[in-house]
């Protein structure tokens, strides 16, 4: 893949820590890291630390054909009946084309170390440093200082734990591994203890608990993932022993450093866990035993370069911080009582970089609904990829906040769902191409689920991932790229389309269609769930078209299946606007079910779309205005993730002050100690990391813009915001943008050019450069032409706008 050259950053003054004086006394107040693949959650305990452990392929079941192929026979009939208005009836038969529930993420498992000192403590502190991606806890007992510091390195596969007390030989513990799954610890060698077992053979949905147990098939050749995880300790000083329950003793020790891997039978999604088992063991031991050709130091150094070259590219600074001496947990809650705190909103947006980072790098799974952090057996939701918004959700930021790798996994995802999606769309619809639905796991499912059809039976999935492909591109200018891995998906989804696609009233229109788990009213009051021609549908399809188009142009093939699709496009159902002004969610102006829904899908043209603009649509982006503001009068971003959907709304509506307000209000009202993005405060608190990813994406979209043909600075700027800069945001035609600013003007914006062109530039509230000059100071030619900068970039070169 092309690799997108950035710029290093230095680091701001802000130190971006996560910190507490207490350990974790529930999950959500645990502190992540991960490389990707490896993950835990850091609880900090004094005299036992618990670390719950995750390994991103680690799923239930197996490879399984969900397709319904009795589907088909019932399309017309569901069509017909949507066409004659019959939207109950048409509801009962989209369920008949449903199939099973998905797979659940599994957690592998807890380390856990229990220490031989008092409880008593003086000092303590724990904390994660998101500048070097490493954990610590602190802090001194019986006159001893114990400090331990937690790292996974995506350089050696390994997570590391070093543990040390300030007193010679004062380190005594006894280290353990556990898990809620079927599986057993046991020795492995000196110093090394291991635990392996295998996943359940299904997980029940939500309304069968009661009556089916998550089951397991633990025969010789079950159908069922295989899991090893292995511990070895390097001691300084001290010794060590295997206990007979297979936990692993240390006495007297001046350090220790654990080393801790894991390894999955999952071979693909397209083959069989419990067949041609991989040998574990020995996968863990290698990995292990290359990691102790280096030192710990070598080990951490590694670790913090390969991190920082991804996370240093990108530094936001609102100024110095007052509350740097507050710890975290306090600090957000100063701000559910009203406070201000501009530092922990740019601690917020770090961390949503550093948590991408941590569960989404080349080669591993893409994050999921909980990245790769989850606890429970049975997840909410499975833990599982929800297509409908919040898998997109999680990959908003990759690209405008400079971390392009962390886009891969959801690419090659994308191409495995291509797989399972061309018999879905055979078998479905009688169509070509591929398609996928509103619920994917680790074996790639692609139909509709056991569900109600408001979001099981929505097809469109495909579309929209696809958007990503495309983004990818317009931020790298990577030709091959688009060539070799965007376009042939791209083309796929848009063939399922030309042939979903039906003819009503002289318009091309999705049947059957959904609003993304929204409900309309009928006539009679009855509810309605499955349509003709949402509004998201149609601006999924538009976009993917026009997409399709431009690369057909530039890559300069399919010519002829370009003019299908522009001909078709001209045909497809406009965006209506209903009799409150608002941007109809459905093709009829019907009421709705749950006015304050928290989904904007019906918004998608706006963010995270671009077909509506304030100077090329303007009545469209008046009525996308209205529905948001209905929907947050009634009640919406009441969940994580849906707030930080209104900030972007916000923020390309060009409403700093409002953006900042739901800002604030997310952290108030939808976020954990750890930071961790929640549904709601209310209880059972459940996460889901989208919020973290939406939020981080939004807080970028209101400092620079990039979709409308132009680049906006500052476009949604909020007063609180009175002075600042960022460094490494990425534009759309391979720049990369600095910015500062003072009360609220840009005094300096920096370009960093990685392809040739040509841009245009809008600045806030009409400002007009002094100079522009290059890396080398001399002039560079720009003009003027209707209040924009036109300005024309070299790849390779950087330009500076100054102003007086």
């Known amino acids: 893949m092309h690799q997108t050259q950035t710029t290093h950053v230095t680091p701001g003054n802000n130190p971006l820590k996560l910190w507490y004086r207490q350990p974790a006394e529930q999950w959500l107040e645990a502190l992540p890291v991960g490389n990707g693949r490896l993950g835990a959650m850091i609880h900090g305990g004094i005299t036992e630390e618990v670390l719950q452990l995750n390994e991103d392929s680690l ?110 030989g004062t380190l005594s513990f006894v280290a353990a591994l556990d898990s809620e799954l079927h599986a057993s610890m046991v020795a492995r060698a000196k110093n090394r203890i291991a635990l392996h077992g295998r996943c359940p053979e299904h997980v029940p949905v939500p309304d069968e608990e009661r009556i089916r147990p998550v089951t397991y098939d633990d025969r010789p050749d079950g159908k069922n993932m295989r899991f090893e995880a292995q511990l070895h300790v390097v001691l300084d000083g001290g010794q060590s022993e295997i206990n007979t329950n297979g936990s692993l003793s240390v006495r007297n020790a001046n350090s220790a450093t654990l080393l801790l891997v894991a390894a999955t039978s999952y071979n693909g999604f397209d083959k069989s866990p419990s067949q041609n088992v991989p040998d574990l063991e020995g996968i863990c031991s290698a990995h292990l035993d290359d990691a102790l050709q280096k030192s710990y130091t070598q080990l951490r150094d590694a670790h913090i370069s390969d991190y920082q070259h991804l996370f240093q590219r990108l530094e936001l600074d609102l100024g110095a911080d007052p509350h740097v001496e507050q710890p975290t947990d306090e600090r957000l809650e100063a701000v559910r009582k009203g406070g201000s705190d501009e530092q922990l909103i740019v601690l917020y947006f770090q961390y949503g970089r550093y948590l991408l980072i941590a569960s989404s790098r080349p080669g591993t799974q893409p994050a999921n609904l909980q990245g790769i952090w989850n606890k429970d057996v049975r997840p909410a939701w499975y833990s599982n990829w929800t297509t409908n918004i919040n898998t997109e959700m999680n990959y908003w930021l990759a690209e405008t906040c400079n971390l392009s790798e962390c886009h891969e996994p959801l690419f090659d995802f994308i191409a ?239 409403e700093g002050d409002l953006a900042h307000d739901n800002m604030v209000q997310l952290l108030a009202g939808s976020t954990s100690a750890n930071l961790f993005d929640l549904l709601d405060l209310s209880l059972p608190l459940i996460f889901q990391i ?115």
């Open 690 to 804: 989208d919020g973290n990813f939406g939020a981080t994406a939004a807080i970028a979209e209101m400092l620079v813009q990039s979709h409308a043909g132009e680049l906006a600075i500052l476009p949604a700027l909020p007063q609180a915001w009175k002075h600042g800069s960022v460094r490494g945001l990425r534009a759309r035609g391979g720049l990369e943008v600095d910015v500062a600013w003072n009360n609220g003007h840009a005094i300096s914006v920096v370009l960093r050019a990685q392809q040739d062109g040509h841009y245009r530039l809008r600045l806030p509230q009409g400002q007009q450069p002094v100079v522009v000059t290059d890396q080398n100071g001399q002039s560079a030619a720009w003009s003027n032409e209707h209040d924009r900068i036109v300005l024309a970039v070299h790849n390779g070169k950087s330009y500076t706008l100054s102003f007086c």
């Open 416 to 654: 495995d769902l291509s797989v399972n999606g061309t018999k879905t769309a055979q078998v479905y619809y009688r169509c070509q191409g591929w398609t996928a639905h509103h619920n994917a796991d680790v074996w790639r499912m692609t139909s509709p689920d056991n569900g109600s059809p408001k979001w099981a039976n929505w097809p469109l999935s495909g579309a929209w991932l696809c958007q990503h492909l495309w983004e990818h591109y317009a931020f790298t200018g990577d030709r091959d790229f688009l060539a070799q891995r965007a376009y042939p998906l791209m083309k796929g989804a848009a063939l399922f389309m030309l042939d979903f696609l039906v003819e009503h009233d002289g318009w091309l229109l999705t049947n059957p269609s959904t609003s993304p788990e929204n409900v309309f009213l009928t006539e009679d009051g009855e509810e309605g769930t499955v349509s003709a021609g949402s509004t998201m549908d149609m601006a999924l399809i538009r976009e993917l078209f026009t997409n399709c188009i431009e690369a057909s142009r530039l890559l300069n093939i399919d010519t002829d299946f370009a003019s299908v699709l522009e001909s078709k496009r001209a045909k497809l159902l406009p965006p209506r606007i209903g009799k409150y002004g608002q941007l109809q969610e459905w093709n009829e102006d019907v009421e709705e079910q749950e006015p304050g829904h928290r989904h904007m899908s019906h918004l998608y043209g706006l963010y995270p779309g671009d077909q509506i603009t304030s100077e090329k649509t303007p009545e469209l982006f008046q009525a996308v205005r209205k529905s948001l503001e209905r929907r947050l009068e009634h009640g919406s971003g009441h969940t994580g993730w849906s707030r930080a959907w209104v900030i972007a709304l916000w923020a390309r509506l060009g």
């Open 59 to 168: 799923w239930s079941g197996e490879p399984y054909d969900t397709n319904n192929y009795a589907a088909a026979q019932h399309l017309e009939e569901l069509r017909q009946l949507v066409f004659e208005r019959k939207y109950v009836k048409a509801e009962e038969v989209a369920k008949l084309m449903q199939g099973p529930r998905n797979q659940a993420y599994e957690p592998l498992g807890y380390l856990r170390l229990t220490f031989q000192h008092s409880a008593t403590t003086s000092t303590y502190r724990r904390e994660l440093d998101l500048r070097n991606a490493c954990s610590e806890v602190r802090y001194t007992s019986d006159g001893t200082t114990f400090t331990r510091t937690t790292f996974s390195s995506a350089v050696d596969n390994v997570l590391v734990m070093r543990l040390e007390s300030d007193q010679p």
